[in-house]
């Protein structure tokens, strides 16, 4: 083949890619060259144009618009013709799911000054399939936002909101911890619902999530978790279980604390015991032990009431194990003691007891039960401690 008739194929061919590119959207082109060429009013009408095709093939129009308005906001900023332009341009990459213009939209968001635009552009946002670096970059953003509310300073709730619903409509699994944060800090019931429903929409194991802000995060944030896995439908018992399993570990937890999340911590314990109890978590048999001990130790010292300590003795009853009767069995040989030398006995308390041991329905229970029918206890409690007996295991 000579140079001249391979030139006049490269030529041919050539022509033939620049057709068939003109051939598959000319309106592209007639569009952009009339936006280029326009007055800002003209550019609205010709997006306003363009928005009737619904297909993504306007998509590098709306790019377009968004660099020709990043170029020119210091200039255009107070211009209110050219900010419907670009709350048009912006809501029109929303609408058409136009991703390629996620990284534009996010240097819009860092350099305009407008909280409206702002919304404008995290809606938009959230109506396609940013690229994960962008998302990171949303992410990082409301962190920072909530460290602002966490330090008394005062943010603008919308964008809040609309940041929230924006990530748990891209559904990124990144935004899990930070979309948490964001509801548990409540700064309004809205954000907090919003949150709670985002975090459903998130491409992560939901119940793994919740556990792993139950271990890592602050005590507060770990409440919160409990709180959501109690109310959450589509959390069967076996996860539900991990979750509190994971929080009464936390709220028996030793390491040095604040006053304030000391606090939370223990109604985290609280919280978590009352949970297990309706489940019969066997598997934190030896956790209800040690809740039990730190319960009956706090009710000593004055720092909880004894309601605390029935449900901490309720919990030990529902685990079915022989340590659990074994520990209440001594605990009322305790009480017995007391009340053979004449002191005050609670007597929610000590009914918890002898009906928990009767659930149990461990024999070692059987000499401390018998004695506590002999003793100067209320009618009630004597025959509580007959029926436990009753349903003591012979073999």
């Not at 009339?34 to 306007?58: C, E, N, P």
């Not at 909101?161 to 899990?176: C, D």
């Not at 209440?328 to 007391?338: D, I, K, P, Q, T």
Request: aromatic share 8%.
């Amino acid at each position: 083949m000579n140079k001249r008739y391979r030139l006049t194929i490269l030529f041919l061919f050539a022509g033939t890619i620049f057709i068939t590119a003109q051939d598959i959207n000319p309106m592209l082109t007639a569009f952009q060259k009339s936006f280029a060429r326009g007055s800002i009013s003209t550019k609205i009408q010709v997006l306003q144009d363009s928005s009737k095709i619904t297909d993504k093939s306007m998509g590098p129009l709306y790019l377009q618009a968004l660099q020709f308005i990043i170029d020119n906001n210091k200039t255009l900023y107070d211009d209110p013709t050219a900010r419907e332009l670009t709350v048009l341009t912006i809501r029109l990459t929303g609408l058409h799911h136009y991703s390629e213009t996620a990284a534009s939209l996010w240097k819009l968001f860092g350099e305009t000054a407008d909280d409206g635009v702002k919304v404008e552009i995290l809606s938009a946002l959230g109506e396609m399939e940013p690229p994960d670096n962008i998302v990171q970059d949303m992410n990082n953003w409301l962190k920072e936002e909530n460290k602002k509310v966490r330090s008394g300073v005062t943010v603008n709730a919308k964008l809040l909101s609309e940041a929230v619903v924006s990530l748990g409509n891209i559904g990124h699994s990144s935004s899990f911890n930070v979309v948490f944060s964001t509801g548990a800090l409540k700064y309004s019931a809205e954000i907090t619902e919003e949150a709670a429903a985002a975090l459903k929409k998130l491409g992560t194991d939901y119940a793994g999530a919740l556990i792993d802000v139950v271990n890592n995060n602050l005590p507060s944030e770990k409440l919160l978790a409990v709180k959501l896995a109690e109310s959450d439908p589509d959390l069967d018992n076996e996860q539900k279980g991990k979750i509190f399993q994971a929080a009464l570990e936390k709220g028996l937890g030793k390491e040095p604390v604040g006053k304030s999340d000391e606090q939370y911590l223990r109604k985290l314990r609280f919280e978590a015991v009352k949970q297990l109890t309706a489940l019969h978590w066997t598997a934190a048999a030896s956790l209800a032990i040690e809740n039990f001990n730190r319960t009956s130790e706090e009710v000593d010292s004055g720092r909880v009431s004894a309601s605390q300590l029935v449900e901490s003795i309720n919990f030990l009853g529902s685990v079915n194990t022989h340590e659990a009767a074994l520990r209440l069995s001594m605990y009322l040989e305790v009480l017995n003691s007391h009340k053979e030398r004449g002191q005050q006995i609670n007597t929610q308390v000590v009914m918890a007891v002898i009906k928990s041991l009767g659930v149990l329905g461990d024999k070692t229970a059987f000499d401390n039960l018998l004695y506590a029918g002999y003793l100067d206890y209320p009618a009630s409690v004597k025959k509580a401690a007959r029926e436990a007996l009753n349903n003591l295991k012979t073999e």
